[in-house]
């Protein structure tokens, strides 16, 4: 008896067990992504930038070379790219870093060097401390045409090579790396412990059926994990282009009726005008706290929308490990190769999925108040982008063949969701020429190339769901293959609404034209306009205007899965399915989890100093992306790389100097044409990590400095900017480091000048 029961213990164990192994492997997973990306911000590779490089003389028998370096914190690798000139040589080279009365070396055999390969150092690098050291490289035997050397390059940004006592006035090939724990990362930290424990209360949710509880806790496990992986887009925020440009500006200058009636690029967007009016005005906050909060509204709102497919209202369409797991992968990142759905001029593509989850609602259950409220949405989540015009020929078509089926409230919601999309398309039409910013290119399509541009997007977003990685030798066979899925998922569709007729075949139907309507609206509008071949065009287009045809296929298939286990009786079973899908789901976006993610270091905006400018009587502050920008009573100007100028409010007004990127790589000074009143000056360091600021001096036409400007930014950063207060001319501006070091910037160059 006794040995039975330990048995039927065991057995209840094991099963016990079996049922959470899923959640337990989701457990794992968020965490280990949590990590990764902890571990790869803390991660720095430091290199010299390759300008034309050459290789410097071989180091012979007393050859000896020396180059000050710095010495970062926590450093765990330095190496030197040495050149063996494609032989075998023999012979010995000393290697030495020497700080203050520490002195580290290693003595390498030339012959095991490989040619144009980093070789790092065997040395004792917690010896050394942070700060300035010595890289010494001596010729211990080499002799001519038997020895290696190392190559040189005009970056100088991390010191200059001198050989032999003469001055090369060039920085050696050279990287290290390093780990570095900012401000960022401690957030990163603190929030990952959070999640430990976050996940382990949804654990407990999850089993106890508990779905408002989750549908809460959710948002704020996703809000944690967006800051985890991007944190310039929550905590850290950095303005995203139009958020400036348009949003915030319109809100600011313009009265509240003007505001929320303004278009941006031709369309109606009551939604975000909203979000901007509400913080902004009602707030009354400084310029960067009223941003920070714009955008993180914004994402809140979008994670509620998103974690509604958790609440038992929509039960019937999986368990609720499955609701879970697809909410968790929309709302943070996994689902997209990109970053820009999550900024706040895109967020509200996500709207969609609150209007596909509407959609699927049990409107009779509702009780009146509940449904009203939730018609009032319906035209504020659509008045949101101009791709929701598509539901006025949908909704039309539903109302017209199911009429005599539907129920008073169905009609209710399609009678507002056409009339949404119907005052849109009178609002563009008023608006057109706002579609100018689209309608750009001037490449002319044949018949083909039509429709490829409208069934090759769609095949390539459904291998993008499957099969993320593709390369030029099997593009062909994957795209025959999920063309052939593509095509068998439509007639499903369709065979579904012929043999149940019910709202989710309905539904099904309706996704399938949404999915072929915006590849058609991106042929109109020139968004898709590209000469596309099946055996070399590989990839989606990896930006927003996928977005709308992604979310249709993935609730497409989650329906197809609903109709497909309509008849199975068996609940133990169809919850099982539901898990196995949820966990495969989990596992694909993890595997595959979304590495474009900003970097705050990068960032071409520094919206924490940048933003004091806004109440300034001139301004001319940097947003994202590169390049972008927003300005008031200044004249703007651009010198720089012709595949890469800005982009502003009216970007005629940007006077634009193009240069060679062959001939021109970096610069020390800017000369201008004839003198200007300089009023800010933003410039791009050769890498960001940098070790130190700069400075720049400016000089009147006579040679004289007149001012001197450091750096705002810290001195991490690779995009850094300068104010100017002072009224003098200058001719021209040099470049400096903190302790008046010849320094060079890549030549673009965004700056801003008094209005004459």
């Known amino acids: 008896m006794y040995v039975y029961c330990i048995e039927k213990l065991k057995m209840m164990t094991v099963a016990k067990w079996k049922k959470r192994l899923p959640f337990i492997f989701l457990f794992l997973g968020i965490l280990i992504s949590c990590v990764s990306y902890i571990i790869s911000n803390t991660e720095i590779k430091i290199f010299t930038n390759d300008i034309n490089v050459e290789a410097e003389n071989e180091i012979?028998?007393?050859?000896?070379?020396?180059?000050?370096?710095?010495?970062?914190?926590?450093?765990?690798?330095?190496?030197?790219?040495?050149?063996?000139?494609?032989?075998?040589?023999?012979?010995?080279?000393?290697?030495?870093?020497?700080?203050?009365?520490?002195?580290?070396?290693?003595?390498?055999?030339?012959?095991?060097?490989?040619?144009?390969?980093v070789r790092y150092l065997n040395l004792n690098y917690k010896a050394f401390k942070k700060g300035i050291a010595r890289l010494i490289i001596e010729g211990v035997d080499g002799t001519s045409g038997n020895a290696v050397t190392v190559y040189k390059s005009e970056?100088?940004?991390l010191g200059k090579m001198v050989v032999n006592n003469q001055n090369t006035g060039k920085g050696i090939l050279q990287k290290m790396e390093y780990r570095e724990a900012n401000s960022m990362t401690k957030v990163q930290i603190v929030l990952t412990v959070f999640v430990f424990f976050l996940l382990l209360h949804i654990d407990r949710l999850i089993k106890k059926d508990k779905d408002k509880k989750l549908y809460f806790a959710a948002i704020v496990l996703m809000y944690c994990l967006v800051t985890i992986k991007a944190p310039t887009i929550t905590v850290f925020t950095e303005p995203f282009a139009e958020l400036i440009t348009n949003y915030f500006f319109n809100v600011t200058t313009m009265s509240t009726l003007k505001g929320l009636f303004s278009s941006d690029a031709g369309y109606f967007v009551l939604y975000p005008r909203l979000i901007a009016l509400i913080v902004v005005k009602g707030l009354r906050m400084s310029p960067r706290m009223s941003?920070?909060?714009?955008?993180?509204?914004?994402?809140?709102l979008m994670l509620s929308i998103n974690s509604a497919f958790i609440l038992n209202n929509y039960k019937k369409y999986g368990n609720i490990f499955f609701r879970f797991t697809v909410s968790l992968i929309l709302g943070s990142f996994s689902i997209f190769p990109f970053f820009e759905t999550h900024v706040f001029?895109?967020?509200?593509?996500?709207?969609?999925?609150?209007?596909?989850?509407?959609?699927?609602?049990?409107?009779?259950?509702?009780?009146?108040?509940?449904?009203?409220?939730?018609?009032?949405?319906?035209?504020?989540?659509?008045?949101?982008?101009?791709?929701?015009?598509?539901?006025?020929?949908?909704?039309?078509?539903?109302?017209?063949?199911?009429w005599k089926k539907i129920y008073r409230r169905q009609k209710i919601y399609l009678f507002l969701l056409g009339l949404s999309a119907l005052f849109q398309v009178m609002y563009m039409y008023f608006n057109k020429d706002g579609?100018?910013?689209?309608?750009?290119?001037?490449?002319?399509l044949n018949f083909i190339d039509i429709v490829n541009n409208i069934f090759y997007p769609i095949f390539q977003n459904v291998r993008y769901l499957f099969y993320p990685n593709i390369t030029s030798s099997n593009i062909l066979n994957m795209n025959l293959i999920f063309s052939i899925i593509t095509i068998l998922g439509i007639i499903s569709g369709i065979y579904y609404l012929y043999r149940y007729r019910n709202k989710e075949s309905i539904i099904s139907v309706a996704l399938i034209m949404i999915t072929f309507g915006v590849t058609l609206l991106n042929i109109v509008s020139k968004i898709s306009n590209d000469k596309i071949s099946w055996e070399s065009t590989p990839g989606i287009i990896e930006n927003r205007h996928s977005f709308f045809i992604l979310i249709p296929i993935i609730f497409f298939g989650i329906l197809f899965i609903y109709n497909y286990l309509k008849e199975e009786k068996n609940e133990r079973k169809k919850s099982r399915i539901y898990t196995l899908i949820g966990l495969l789901l989990f596992i694909r976006f993890l595997v595959f989890d979304n590495t474009m993610l900003p970097n705050v270091r990068e960032s071409y905006s520094d919206w924490k100093i940048y933003s004091k400018f806004y109440n300034e009587n001139e301004y001319l502050i940097p947003v994202e992306p590169s390049l972008w920008s927003t300005s008031k009573?200044?004249?703007?100007?651009?010198?720089?790389?012709?595949?890469?100028?800005p982009i502003i409010r009216d970007d005629t007004k940007i006077k634009k100097i193009f240069i060679n990127p062959y001939i021109i790589k970096q610069i020390h000074e800017i000369n201008f044409e004839s003198p200007i009143y300089l009023t800010h000056l933003y410039l791009t360091r050769l890498r960001a990590d940098n070790f130190n600021k700069l400075k720049v001096r400016g000089y009147d036409s006579n040679g004289n400095v007149v001012v001197e400007l450091n750096q705002l930014n810290d001195k991490a950063r690779k995009n850094i900017g300068f104010r100017n207060y002072k009224r003098v001319k200058i001719s021209k501006v040099e470049i400096f480091t903190e302790d008046s070091q010849e320094a060079y910037v890549f030549p673009t160059i965004l700056y801003g000048t008094a209005l004459k």
């Open 60 to 117: 012979l028998k007393g050859t000896r070379i020396y180059q000050d370096i710095y010495i970062p914190k926590n450093l765990k690798k330095y190496g030197i790219i040495f050149a063996t000139y494609a032989r075998k040589n023999t012979g010995k080279i000393r290697v030495k870093i020497v700080q203050g009365s520490i002195e580290k070396e290693e003595l390498i055999d030339v012959s095991k060097l490989k040619d144009n390969d």
């Open 155 to 157: 970056d100088i940004s």
């Open 291 to 300: 941003v920070i909060l714009m955008q993180n509204f914004a994402m809140l």
């Open 345 to 402: 001029v895109d967020l509200p593509y996500f709207n969609l999925v609150a209007i596909i989850l509407i959609s699927l609602l049990d409107f009779e259950s509702l009780s009146k108040k509940k449904f009203i409220l939730l018609m009032i949405s319906v035209p504020i989540l659509c008045f949101s982008k101009s791709y929701f015009l598509l539901f006025l020929p949908i909704s039309v078509l539903i109302s017209i063949i199911f």
């Open 435 to 444: 579609w100018k910013v689209y309608s750009n290119s001037d490449v002319n």
């Open 633 to 645: 009573n200044v004249d703007v100007h651009y010198t720089g790389y012709r595949e890469i100028h």
